[in-house]
């Protein structure tokens, strides 16, 4: 969470990225889900996001999670902050645990991780959301990808890199595998969406 500048000791987490993509990601969530129901956030870092998706989408509820106690102190604050009702109180979640039970599940969303975190999170990612995810319902995972054995722009491979000398378990993962990983749990690629500053926002339905 080095991207992130607070309000204060323990208070809001502001993400430039987050700023930047949540309305293209809500542009491709909005059709996508369902009208009603639980959307489950995994590693929702600052807050935002959640912040941002209860208000254009107030029939459904979203259930914001994180491991760090920094952005689950920041998840909190931008909750009191925008008193939404549909906007539920953070839970401590690490995908590699087990995942508490999340009522009326409709959906899982994931922006941004699995090129901060090892290869395991993103087995227990897809392994979780096979487990939790009713019939019909659809993980979205938002990030940087390769493809076709390569990176889908120079700022990419930079960006890998960084990300490989910070942490050799880090790195912008190859959508093809991603996408084997996901079938071995029973999730069929539905969607590839082309996102600003060379992202991808992928759909897999159970």
């Avoid at 000791?9 to 930047?20: E, H, I, M, V």
């Avoid at 459904?60 to 491991?67: A, F, G, I, K, V």
């Avoid at 106690?69 to 087990?98: G, M």
């Amino acid at each position: 969470m080095d991207d992130l500048a607070e309000d204060g000791p323990g208070r809001r987490l502001f993400s430039p990225a987050a700023q930047r993509n949540r309305q293209p990601i809500l542009e491709i969530l909005r059709p996508l889900l369902p009208e009603r129901g639980r959307v489950l956030e995994i590693a929702s870092g600052s807050g935002e996001h959640g912040v941002h998706f209860a208000a254009a989408l107030p029939s459904l509820h979203w259930q914001p999670s994180d491991t760090s106690d920094e952005a689950l102190a920041s998840i909190a604050a931008w909750r009191e902050t925008a008193k939404l009702a549909n906007l539920d109180a953070p839970l401590r979640l690490d995908v590699t645990q087990p995942w508490p039970k999340v009522d009326d599940l409709v959906a899982v969303v994931c922006i941004n991780m699995l090129h901060i975190s090892p290869w395991a999170a993103s087995e227990a990612l897809f392994s979780g959301a096979a487990r939790a995810l009713p019939e019909d319902g659809v993980l979205v995972v938002y990030g940087p990808f390769r493809r076709h054995g390569g990176h889908t722009a120079p700022s990419n491979a930079r960006f890998d890199e960084d990300l490989r000398g910070r942490n050799p378990r880090w790195g912008i993962r190859e959508l093809e595998a991603v996408d084997a990983l996901a079938a071995e749990h029973g999730l069929a690629l539905e969607a590839v969406h082309e996102m600003p500053a060379n992202n991808l926002c992928l759909v897999w339905r159970r």
